[in-house]
Nanobody, 120 residues
Framework: VQLQASGGGLVQAGGSLRLSCAAS????????MGWYRQAPGEQRVLVAA???????NYGDSVSGRFTISRDNAKNTVYLQMNSLKPEDTAVYYC???????????????WGQGTQVTVSS
């Protein structure tokens, strides 16, 4: 199973970006999916998460500005980021909990990370 993240880049404060993360490989089902971020010298923290049923959870610093969504048919999770601030600058990682067979336990997979830089 591989997670391929894309959509990062450089944007001015107040701008928007949309991240995508597509899962591929031997996949039976994907349960929770999410986005985390890690700034230099800091720990990786939750940005947003979404269940297979579409229930969402956001970190306090992004609530109201970011929106997570998913397309189960495409095994893809998205993160729409609006009203970006310089403090949103970080490497963004996607994560997915994947079952490769019906009766197998789920395993956690990480994407490779995509850089988001917000200039002031």
């Amino acid at each position: 199973v591989q997670l391929q993240a894309s959509g990062g880049g450089l944007v001015q404060a107040g701008g928007s970006l949309r991240l995508s993360c597509a899962a591929s490989g031997n996949i039976f089902s994907i349960n929770d999916m999410g986005w985390y971020r890690q700034a230099p010298g800091e720990q990786r923290v939750l940005v947003a998460a979404i269940t297979i049923d579409g229930d969402t959870n956001y970190g306090d610093s992004v609530s109201g500005r970011f929106t997570i969504s998913r397309d189960n048919a495409k095994n893809t999770v998205y993160l729409q980021m609006n009203s970006l601030k310089p403090e949103d600058t970080a490497v963004y990682y996607c994560k997915a909990h994947v079952k490769i067979r019906r009766w197998a336990p789920q395993n956690m997979y990480w994407g490779q990370g995509t850089q988001v830089t917000v200039s002031s």
